[in-house]
T-cell receptor, first 111, second 115 residues
């Protein structure tokens, strides 16, 4: 089955800095790579996703890149703000299977 | 109203008790999932159902069972709770979107403590 590794497990940045979270996956059949943000006391919420036919996708301050050859994908957050502080999860899967999640990254943005 | 609801939100129980966690959704999705979240271990899949007559084991199904009562309802049971089942439990739903993607929508979670 699919195996997703996520790094780092914790990340501390100053407000305004950029943050990068990296994930690798093992199953070459995976073609859908979402990122979820979980705020304290809430369920995970999708913030951005990318499909295997695209190398990069941006949405305002967040972007995701995908390297299918190397089987890795990354989340980039620019101009971080305190409200970006949360746990972020990457996942891999396809429309015809379940998603496998990484172990999560706790991002702390200090004012 | 929330699209995915879970009851109860918090539960404290004792070892050996039977517990049921319930999930309801108004999104009209066919697919429903139960996950367990433990610190440092991320989200692990317990059971999933792709339609009312379909039930599948996930990565960590031992000690759990599920029931899909209707398209909108999916319950998770712990037949005889044990302390290492203390965790945060999430229900999620998904429908096939564009090009077969599988965006999942999560409920608010149930915090279960087994003493």
């Amino acid at each position: 089955g699919e195996n997703v590794e996520q790094h780092p497990s914790t990340l501390s940045v100053q407000e305004g800095d950029s943050a990068v979270i990296k994930c690798t996956y093992s199953d070459s059949a995976s073609n859908y790579f979402p990122w979820y943000k979980q705020e304290l006391g809430k369920g995970p919420q999708l913030i951005i996703d990318i499909r295997s036919n695209v190398g990069e996708k941006k949405d305002q301050r967040i972007a995701v890149t995908l390297n299918k050859t190397a089987k890795h994908f990354s989340l980039h957050i620019t101009e971080t703000q305190p409200e970006d502080s949360a746990v972020y999860f990457c996942a891999a899967g396809s429309g015809y299977s379940t998603l496998t999640f990484g172990k999560g990254t706790m991002l702390l943005v200090s004012p | 109203d929330a699209d995915v609801t879970q009851t109860p939100r918090n539960r404290i129980t004792k070892t050996g008790k039977r517990i049921m966690l319930e999930c309801s959704q108004t999104k009209g999705h066919d697919r429903m999932y139960w996950y367990r979240q433990d610190p440092g271990l991320g989200l692990r899949l317990i059971y999933y159902s792709f339609d009312v007559k379909d039930i599948n084991k996930g990565e960590i199904s031992d000690g759990y069972s599920v029931s899909r009562q209707a398209q909108a309802k999916f319950s998770l049971s712990l037949e005889s709770a044990i302390p290492n089942q203390t965790a945060l439990y999430f229900c999620a739903t998904s429908g096939l979107g564009l090009a077969g993607v599988n965006e999942q929508f999560f409920g608010p979670g149930t915090r279960l403590t087994v003493l």
